[in-house]
T-cell receptor, first 114, second 110 residues
């Protein structure tokens, strides 16, 4: 059973389009994240949701909007795609508490904007 | 910005023990040291975590001295499949985002 799944795995689209990436976790975690890994392999947090509530919103363009319909899902919608949005996007989840619990990452979605 | 510093790359041969050192001079009192592994085209995967002294699991060992300003990930008898990027992170309480540095690219040859 896949703990954290993402769809699609690959996404090729043109500049100006709007696209969504879906993420689901079946671990019963209450915190979910979106990370972006650019061409230089640098992983950076974009958003964090806890119990469907936005906790972290790093410096990300307004064109990116996360949506959490329930604790098991965190989708990422991107408007007006730009060339610089090309990257691999990872969803992750973890428990929440005083201990630094491990984060479980999905397989990633490789977005290519042409 | 990443709060840890580690070598950019390391080379090893199959069967050798690999030690990757990480510096975290400003680690907060309640923070842990966590290591993740990432293979090409995959998401990072948790390896090991510790607060102080030594932690060992089926994959690796983690040594953290008393001052906690550095730590060493030890991979015993590496194989070709251990070729990956290894990230050392200074991790706060659960629910907070992980701050990744550039990691250490380990290349294992036969």
């Amino acid at each position: 059973d896949t703990a954290v799944s993402q769809t699609p795995k690959y996404l090729v689209t043109q500049m100006g389009n709007d696209k969504s990436i879906k993420c689901e976790q079946n671990l019963g975690h209450d915190t979910m994240y979106w990370y972006k890994q650019d061409s230089k392999k640098f992983l950076k947090i974009m958003f964090s949701y806890n119990n469907k509530e936005l906790i972290i919103n790093e410096t990300v363009p307004n064109r990116f909007s996360p949506k959490s319909p329930d604790k098991a899902h965190l989708n990422l919608h991107i408007n007006s795609l730009e060339l610089g949005d090309s990257a691999v996007y990872f969803c992750a989840s973890s428990r929440t508490g005083t201990e630094p619990y491990e984060q479980y990452f999905g397989p990633g979605t490789r977005l290519t904007v042409t | 910005l990443a709060k840890t510093t580690q070598p950019i790359s390391m080379d090893s041969y199959e069967g050798q023990e690999v030690n990757i050192t990480c510096s975290h001079n400003n680690i907060a009192t309640n923070d842990y040291i966590t290591w993740y592994q990432q293979f090409p085209s995959q998401g990072p995967r948790f390896i090991i975590q510790g607060y102080k002294t030594k932690v060992t699991n089926e994959v690796a060992s983690l040594f953290i001295p008393a001052d906690r300003k550095s730590s060493t990930l030890s991979l015993p008898r590496v194989s070709l499949s251990d070729t990956a990027v290894y990230y050392c992170l200074d991790q706060g309480q659960a629910g907070t985002a992980l701050i990744f540095g550039k990691g250490t690219t380990l290349s294992v040859s036969s």
